[in-house]
């Protein structure tokens, strides 16, 4: 880097000053997303036929949608999609 400054151009620090790629307190990212899949299949998979149905998905996304239509108008305005973002 010009300068030795251990800083990228835009100011963030560079990789060796931040946590190991992957890393996530202690738990490899790849191993969480796996268990995170696990439990989102369990938890859609409704009738525990260890398959997804065409009407388990379908029963997911209205959930996330009517979680979503803050105003309950059967429609989702990028401004109920920012909200429902938010922390």
Do not use: C, Y
């Amino acid at each position: 880097m010009p300068g030795g400054s251990g800083m990228m151009p835009d100011g963030m620090m560079g990789r060796s000053m931040m946590m190991p790629s992957g890393m996530m307190d202690g738990m490899p990212m790849m191993a969480m997303r796996g268990h995170m899949m696990k439990i989102m299949f369990a938890v859609a998979d409704a009738d525990g036929d260890g398959a997804l149905s065409f009407e388990e998905v379908t029963a997911i996304h209205k959930r996330i949608f009517d979680s979503v239509d803050a105003n309950k108008d059967g429609k989702v305005t990028t401004d109920e999609l920012q909200a429902f973002m938010r922390p």
